[in-house]
T-cell receptor, first 116, second 110 residues
Framework: KAGVTQTPRYLIKTRGQQVTLSCSPI?????VSWYQQTPGQGLQFLFE???????NKGNFPGRFSGRQFSNSRSEMNVSTLELGDSALYLC???????????????FGSGTQLSVL | GQNIDQPTEMTATEGAIVQINCTYQ??????LFWYQQHAGEAPTFLSY??LDGLEEKGRFSSFLSRSKGYSYLLLKELQMKDSASYLC???????????WGAGTKLIIKP
C-alpha cells in the first residue's frame, strides 16, 4: 500500500506569490489534515477534511485555504506569501476521524516551502 | 489556554534507558499520542494513551496520568537508530484538534 504522497517536495517562492500544495492520502483513507512545522515549534494545525468537507480549522489567517476532492486527494493554497510562511507543510491521512488509536495519523514527507 | 511542554533536547547512551516527559494543559482531553520523527522524515506513530497507566510496546512504553496532565515515553535498550525527535500530541475534546508539543530531540551516543 502506497503511503501519503505530497508534491512538490521543495518549493521556492517570493513574497506576494501564491502556492498550491498537493496531498494524496493512503488508499481508503478519507480524512486528511494539514500541519505547518517550523524549527523549535510544534506542529501547528491548519485544517482537516473528511469526505470533501472541512471538519476543523486552526488559527491561521484566511490566506491559508484548502479543499478535498471526491477521491480524497487534498490541496492546500497559500496566497500573498509572507517570509514567515517558510516552513515544512505536512499532510496526514487516517481512515476516518474516529476515536482512539484509530485516529493515528500517517504523514507524508512534507513540502518544504521557502519564501524569499 | 492550550499548552504542551516537553524538554527540548536529551542525550543518552546506547543500551541505556531514557524517559521523555510531556506535560499538558488543554481545555478537554480525548487521548495522548507519541510520534517519532527522524530528521528530514515524516512523523510516525508510536503510541496512544487515553486511560491512566502504562502501555507497553516492545522497547517503547508510554504512561499517562490524566489528573496530573502528564505523560512519559520510556525507551529501553537504546539503539543508535532511536536518535530522533519525539513529539507529544493531545486531542483536545473541546474543539477536537490535536495540540502538539515542540518535540524532544533525543541524541544517542555510543
Amino acid at each position: 500500500k502506497a503511503g501519503v504522497t505530497q508534491t512538490p517536495r521543495y518549493l521556492i517562492k517570493t513574497r506576494g506569490q501564491q502556492v498550491t500544495l498537493s496531498c494524496s492520502p493512503i488508499s481508503g483513507h478519507r480524512s486528511v489534515s494539514w500541519y505547518q512545522q517550523t524549527p523549535g515549534q510544534g506542529l501547528q494545525f491548519l485544517f482537516e477534511y473528511f469526505s470533501e468537507t472541512q471538519r476543523n480549522k486552526g488559527n491561521f489567517p484566511g490566506r491559508f485555504s484548502g479543499r478535498q476532492f471526491s477521491n480524497s486527494r487534498s490541496e492546500m493554497n497559500v496566497s500573498t506569501l509572507e517570509l514567515g510562511d517558510s516552513a515544512l507543510y505536512l499532510c496526514a491521512s487516517s481512515p476516518s476521524p474516529g476515536q482512539g488509536a484509530n485516529e493515528k495519523l500517517f504523514f507524508g514527507s512534507g513540502t518544504q516551502l521557502s519564501v524569499l | 489556554g492550550q499548552n504542551i511542554d516537553q524538554p527540548t533536547e536529551m542525550t543518552a547512551t546506547e543500551g541505556a534507558i531514557v524517559q521523555i516527559n510531556c506535560t499538558y494543559q488543554t481545555s478537554g482531553f480525548n487521548g495522548l499520542f507519541w510520534y517519532q520523527q527522524h530528521a528530514g522524515e515524516a512523523p510516525t506513530f508510536l503510541s496512544y494513551n487515553v486511560l491512566d497507566g502504562l502501555e507497553e510496546k516492545g522497547r517503547f512504553s508510554s504512561f499517562l496520568s490524566r489528573s496530573k496532565g502528564y505523560s512519559y515515553l520510556l525507551l529501553k535498550e537504546l539503539q543508535m537508530k532511536d536518535s530522533a525527535s519525539y513529539l507529544c500530541a493531545v486531542r483536545d475534546s473541546s474543539n477536537y484538534q490535536l495540540i502538539w508539543g515542540a518535540g524532544t530531540k533525543l541524541i544517542i551516543k555510543p
